[in-house]
C-alpha cells in the first residue's frame, strides 16, 4: 500500500432504500436513509437526528412511521415537538405552510425553525440515492412538467454497451473531445452528471477503471493510472467483496480517510453489468465542524455543570425552558427532564400579566446588560424560594434569549446598612416600611384603575401567647419577627408586596388577584405558614394569627379606605378568636367561606359517594326519536344540599380531582348505557363530557378501553364529548389520541361549537361524529342575526360531511325550535322537553316516549 494514503475503512450493508431525508444547513448538506419506527430531530445530543443550528429547539420534531398492513407498505408523519405534547419555538413548514403534523409526500420541502432546511423522497431504485447526493436527482424531478417522478437519461444509456477503456473527460478539453467520441461514449457521458462536483469511478469486474467524471480525474488525477487498483484506498477490497456483495444489487457505504481528508464512499454492485459505480463525498469539513461543535458543546456543559449557581436560559416569546443546569434543579427539586417541559410561567411565582411587564423591562435594557431581581420560584414541592435572579437578553438570528443566573438570596451588612440609611426599610425584618408601602400602594392603585383589574389589602397581627411573653428578652422577640417575616414573604406570589407597619402588625399588597376565590386561597396558604411555633435559643414559641382583607375592584377607593376597610377587617378576626381571616364586606366573607368549603370537601365526595348523574336526552327535532343521551354529574352534600357544577368542576380541574371523578362518571354513564340496551335503546350512544386535563393523562385511551370491558359496552354505543378549547390547546397528541379512539370505534362529538375562531379547521383535520352547537349562539340566534347566520352556515357546512350530527344545546323555547327547522338542523337538546333526569326518572322517560316498546 502507497504510503502516502492511509484508510479507515468500516463496511456496512444498507436495507433497500425507499425513504430519504436530505437535511441543509450552513454547515453540510447530509443524506439520511429512512427506515426506523420514530427519528426524534433537534439540537439536543440525545435525538437520532441531530440537528445544529441554534433557532431550533432542543427537541423541535419527531418522524413517525405509519404502516399500511393492506398495501404492505409505510409513509412517515412529521410532528412539531416531541411525543410528550411538548411544541418546537420556532416550528416547522412543509411546502412553506406552518403545520402540527402532516403525512410527508414525495419531493416534500421541509424548514425546521429558520435555518435548517430538508427535502423529503420516496425512491423508486438504489441508483436514486446516489444522485441525491449529486444533486442530479432534484434537477432530473424538476424538469418534469408533468410531476411524475423522472430520472435523467441515465438508465436508457446504461443499457448500452460501452467499452471497457477508461473514459476520462477533463473540463477543460470536454468540447473540443466531444466530436471524438462515439455515439455509445456519447450515451455514457449523458448518463453521469459530467458536471457534478463529486468524483464518481467505475470499476468492471476484473479491476478496471471504466469511467472518472471531471471532479475524479480533478481530486484523484493517479487514478488515470490502472495499475494503482490494489492500492488506492478508494479502490481497496472492491474486487475482493465481488463474491460477497455482486450478487445483492445493493448500496453500502465505507468511510475512507486519505491523509488528513476524510471521504464517505458510495458503492453500488451492478451484476447484470458486471461493473461496481462509486461515489465519493468529502466530509472533512464537515467532520471538523461537528467536532468543533462537539468539543464546544462538552466545554459549555462542563462549565454548566460544575458551577454552584442555577443557570437557565428561555426563549423570550413563548418562555419556554431552552436550556437549564443540575444546580437549578437541586434548587427547585426538579430533574432535567422535567425543568425542559416548563415555561418561565411555571417556575416564577407571578402572574402572567406582571412576569411579561417584568420581562418587557428587560427586553428593554441594554443588550447583555445584567438586570437584577428577586423573584419568588416555585418548587417543584409547591414551596416558595427566594432567588436573587440575574438577568440579561441575548439574540440568534429572530431568536431573543433571556439567560438567568440564580442564587438564594442573602443579606450582609452593607445591605443592612444600606436599608437603614435609606429609611425605606425596616431594619429588624427587612421588609419595606410604612413609607414606602404606601408609595407602593399608590402607585399599584393607578394600575389597577387603567388594568380594570382586582387589588387586595391584607393587614396581619402577630400575637405571642401568654406563656411566653414575660420570657422574651429583645433579641427572641426580634427573632420572632424576622422569622415572621420570612414565612410570610414564602406564603406570597411574586409580584406581592409585604412590609412591616408597626410593632407586631404586617401589610400585605396583591396586586393583579383574578378573583376573591384567590385571595382566600392567599389568606389560607398564609396561615398554614403562619401556624407553626418558632423554635429560637432553645424556647418552644407558639402565635396566634389575626388577618383582615379589604378589596378594590371598578368602585374608586382611596389608598386611606383601603387600608382602614383592611383594619376593621382585622379588628373583626381578632374578635372571632384569631387564627383566622376576615373580609371588610359581609358578602364576600359569607362567599369565600362557602368556597372554601366546599373546596374541602370536594376531596372526600367522590369516596363518600356523593356524587350521582343525571341524564338529559337529545331528540329528532320532529320528536320521533331519541338520538342520544348526555350523562351530567351532580353533587348533592348532606349538609351543603345541591352544589352546582360551575361551583365545583373547575375547583376539581384545578386540584386534578377531574381525573377520578371524569373516570367515575365514565364507568357509571357507562354502566347504565348496558343496562338500558335493548329494552328502551338500540344504537343511540351515552355521551359523556371529557375535560381538557383528562384528555391529556397519557393513559387517557389505556383508561377508556379499560372501561368499556369492565362494562362490557360496545364502543360504538359510547360518544365522548370534548370542548374547542380542549383542541386549542395545539398539542400534537392529540390527533394521536383522536385516532386512537377512532380505532377503538368510539365516537367523538365536538362541544360548544362555534365558539372559536378555528372552529371550522377543526372539522378538516379530525373526523367527529357530532357537532354541539353552543348554548348562548342559540339563545341569542333570534335578537342577534349574526349568530342566526353563524348557525345557518355551520348547519349548511356540515351537510358535506357523513354521518355528522348537528346538536342543538340549550333549547328552551318552541320558537327557538321553529327557527332551527327553518335553518335545517336536525336534533335538538335542552330543557324545552325535559331537564335533565336521575336514573329512575330517565327509565320511566324513555318506556313512555311511545317509540321503542319494553
Sequence with gaps: MNSDYIKTTSHSDLQPITHVLVLEDDSSRRTIILEEANYSIGRDPRNKIILSSKKVSRFHATLLRRTDTKNRSFSYWLLDGDLQGNRSTNGIFINEKRCLVQELKHEDTIRFGFEVQASYYVLNSVDDLALLQSGDFEKASESDSTGTEKLPAKKKAEKEKVSKQTLVISEANLESERGNLQDSEIAKLASFPELSPNPIIELDWNGNITYLNPSATNKFPELKNNTIINTHPLLLGLIDNITTHGKNNKLFVREIQIKDQIFEQYLHYLPDKKLIRSYIFDFTKRKALESQLQDSEQRYRAFISQTKEGVFLVDANSKKILEANNALADLLGYSLDEIYSLKLYDLIDLSTAVLDEQVDFILKSKKDKAVVREFVYKSKNKLPLELESNVIWISYGDQVILSFTVRPVTRNINQQTYIQEEGLYDLETGLPNRQLFLEQLKTAIANIRRQKGLLCIVFLELEILEEGKDTLGYSLRSGILDGFAKRLRTSLRGGDTVAHWESSQFVCLLPHVRSIQDVGRICSRMLEALKPPFFLENHKIHTKISIGVSLKELEEKSAETLLNQAQTALFRSKES???????????????????????????????????????????????????????????????????????????????????????????????????????????????????????????????????????????????????????????????????????????????????????????????????????????????????????????????????????????EEKSQIEDLIKLGCQEIQGNWLTPPLVEQDMTEFLANYGYISK
Design 577 to 811: 378568636g384569631k387564627n383566622n381571616f376576615k373580609f371588610f364586606d359581609a358578602q364576600r366573607q359569607e362567599k369565600i367561606e362557602r368556597f372554601l368549603r366546599i373546596e374541602k370537601l370536594l376531596a372526600h365526595a367522590l369516596d363518600r359517594n356523593e356524587f350521582t348523574l343525571q341524564y338529559h336526552p337529545q331528540v329528532a327535532i320532529d320528536l320521533e326519536k331519541i338520538t342520544g343521551i348526555e350523562a351530567l354529574i351532580r353533587w348533592e352534600h348532606p349538609d351543603l344540599g345541591r352544589i352546582t357544577p360551575d361551583q365545583f368542576i373547575p375547583m376539581a380541574e384545578e386540584t386534578g380531582l377531574i381525573v377520578p371523578m371524569g373516570e367515575w362518571v365514565l364507568e357509571t354513564a357507562c354502566r347504565q348505557r348496558v343496562a338500558w340496551q335493548g329494552s328502551y335503546l338500540d344504537d343511540q350512544p351515552i355521551c359523556v363530557n371529557i375535560s381538557t386535563q383528562q384528555f391529556q393523562q397519557p393513559n387517557f385511551v389505556a383508561m377508556v378501553k379499560g372501561v368499556l370491558e369492565k362494562t362490557s359496552l360496545n364502543p360504538f354505543f359510547l360518544e365522548l364529548e370534548i370542548k374547542e378549547t380542549t383542541l386549542a390547546e395545539d398539542n400534537p397528541t392529540m390527533v394521536k389520541i383522536l385516532h386512537e379512539l377512532a380505532d377503538l370505534g368510539v365516537r367523538v362529538a365536538l362541544d360548544d361549537f362555534g365558539t372559536g375562531i378555528s372552529s371550522i379547521g377543526y372539522l378538516r383535520q379530525f373526523s367527529f361524529s357530532t357537532l354541539k352547537l353552543d348554548r348562548p349562539v342559540i339563545k341569542k340566534m333570534r335578537s342577534n342575526p349574526q349568530d342566526k347566520a353563524l348557525v345557518h352556515a355551520i348547519i349548511t357546512l356540515s351537510k358535506s360531511f357523513d354521518n355528522l350530527r348537528i346538536v342543538a344545546e340549550g333549547v
